[in-house]
C-alpha cells in the first residue's frame, strides 16, 4: 500500500522529470519492497514511518530489530540499487526537511546550481558562520569542531569540511566532523579540494 508520504516523494520526483515504480517486489529477495524505486537511475527510496519502522515493531514482524534497513540496504547494492532511506521523524523536521530535498536533488543530478572547485577559493570558517551553515545545510547540524574550512564562490560560503579531535578512537589526532554544501548547490572536486587543504595544514592527518 502507498502512503501519503510515498505518494508526496513520487510527486516531487515526476516534477524533476524522473520516471518512478511505486511498491516494486520483483527485485531485491525474500519479498523486500522497494517504496519508490526510479528504474533509469539504479535508486530506490525508502520513506520509514515511526511506527512501522521503530524497533520493538520490527521485531515482531520480521524478527530483524535494527538490522532490518541494514539488510534491505546491502541486499539492495548487491543488486546495482542504492537505496536512499527517509525517516518520517526527518522529513516532518522544518530544518531537516529541505536538506532531505537537496540531497535527492544531488542523487539525481537536479541541483539548483553547479559549481566547480577551481572556481572557488578556500577559507577559515568563523565559528558563527559554521554554525549557522551546518544548521541550514547539514543534516546533524552543528558540531564542535576545532578546525572549519570553507570554499567560498565570489565571497558566498558554498561548502564546508570540518574537524575535530577524535572522539572514538585516540590512535589518531583528527577525526572528520562534517562535510557537505549549501542545499541546492553542488561543488564539483569541493571535498577533495577541501581535504587536501586541511592535509596540508595540519600535522598528523585524520
Known sequence: MTSQYE???????????VTIAMNNRSILSGGYEIDVYAPNEKIGIEFNGSYWHSEPV???????????????????????IQLFHIFEYQWNDPRQKPIIISRLKNLFH?????????????????????????NANHMQGSDHATRAYGLYC???????????KPRFNKNYRWELSRFC????????????KLFRHFLENNEGGV
Open 58 to 80: 520490527l521485531k515482531t514482524g520480521r524478527g530483524e530489530g535494527p538490522l532490518y534497513h541494514q539488510k534491505k540496504s546491502l541486499d539492495a547494492e548487491s543488486k546495482g
Open 110 to 134: 537536479k541541483d539548483d546550481r553547479v559549481i566547480y572547485g577551481r572556481e572557488t577559493e578556500i577559507r577559515d570558517v568563523p565559528d558563527d558562520e559554521r554554525k549557522a551553515f551546518l
Open 181 to 192: 554544501s549549501k542545499c541546492g548547490c553542488s561543488v564539483v572536486g569541493g571535498a577533495s
Open 7 to 17: 505518494t508526496v516523494l513520487k510527486d516531487l520526483l515526476t516534477s524533476w522529470g
Open 154 to 164: 565570489n565571497g558566498e560560503l558554498v561548502s564546508i569540511m570540518t574537524f575535530c
